[in-house]
């Protein structure tokens, strides 16, 4: 399919639910691409996978209930990221290992209250891999809230993210609240997941999460750049992602990452001071 056919589909009424799903690929890659910056940038890759399980039990429940899956996962999400963020104030354990222990439970129930729903199966893998194309058209604008209200979070504590991103001591030292600040950014980080599993699902979303913005990391040093860069890479990726699996059948999930995937790789190989092409070179 010609990319000038897959424009006249986003634009065939017959066909409503392919520019909701771009819409909505797009507006979730956003929100991680600038979101993931800070995850890359403090090492915090296994957050993501992590926050990903965390919202499990939420999504379950809201489907036994017929509730909204984005208000579902989005407080069950906070909720254990406040329970890790309390648990990581105590130094004899590691950020980390709260991580493990908090959201692989969280999955764990997740898993138990999914299983008790009717066509339990069939569910589960809507869950795990995405149903982009199923999505009804009230979360369309909730995505859409939810994306502004992230990067106004975003801009407003910009400068204390960063703070406590590059050194969390000093940052300390300088009487920010690490505390809430990291109970902010674990809220920030489970609202882009929540929009991102409706895209790529629960196994793949930390793709769209860490892969764009480490891809914008080997293209600039520079913060700024490297936040304006990422959720353009994102962004783009999921476009182009859409239009493959339009075109060739293919899983919608599965094909965004491969293209993410494709992209990093690209920069890893020619980026213009960090490529490996140039080191080679030099």
């Excluded at 339009?246 to 890893?268: E, K, M, N, R, Y």
Aim: net charge neutral.
């Amino acid at each position: 399919m010609s990319p000038w056919q897959f424009l006249a589909d986003l634009t065939n009424p017959d066909l409503a639910f392919l520019p909701k799903a771009l819409t909505i690929a797009v507006l979730s890659a956003i929100m991680c691409g600038v979101v993931g910056c800070y995850v890359v940038l403090r090492g915090m890759a296994f957050i993501g996978d992590a926050v990903a399980h965390a919202v499990f039990p939420g999504l379950a429940i809201a489907f036994l209930f017929s509730g909204s899956l984005v208000l579902g996962g989005t407080i069950a999400g906070v909720v254990t990221a406040l329970l890790v963020t309390v648990f990581a104030q105590n130094r004899r354990l590691k950020e980390d290992s709260v991580i493990g222990i908090f959201f692989v439970a969280a999955f764990a129930l997740g898993i138990v209250i999914i299983s008790r729903a009717p066509g339990y199966a069939g569910s589960l893998q809507q869950f795990l891999f995405g149903s982009i194309t199923g999505i009804p058209d009230r979360d369309l604008y909730v995505v859409g809230g939810t994306t502004i209200a992230v990067l106004l979070a975003v801009f407003l504590l910009h400068k204390e993210f960063v703070a406590v991103t590059l050194d969390r001591e000093m940052a300390r030292a300088l009487g920010l609240r690490t505390f809430w600040l990291d109970l902010m950014l674990y809220v920030l980080v489970t609202l882009a997941v929540v929009m991102a599993v409706q895209t790529i699902g629960n196994i793949l979303v930390l793709a769209l999460l860490i892969t764009p913005a480490a891809t914008a990391r080997l293209l600039t040093d520079r913060l700024a750049v490297m936040m304006a860069l990422a959720p353009a890479i994102g962004a783009g990726c999921a476009l182009i992602g859409l239009y493959l699996s339009w075109s060739w059948d293919l899983p919608v999930g599965g094909t965004i990452v491969l293209t993410l995937t494709g992209a990093f790789l690209v920069a890893h190989l020619a980026a213009p001071r960090h490529g490996l092409i140039v080191r080679l070179a030099a």
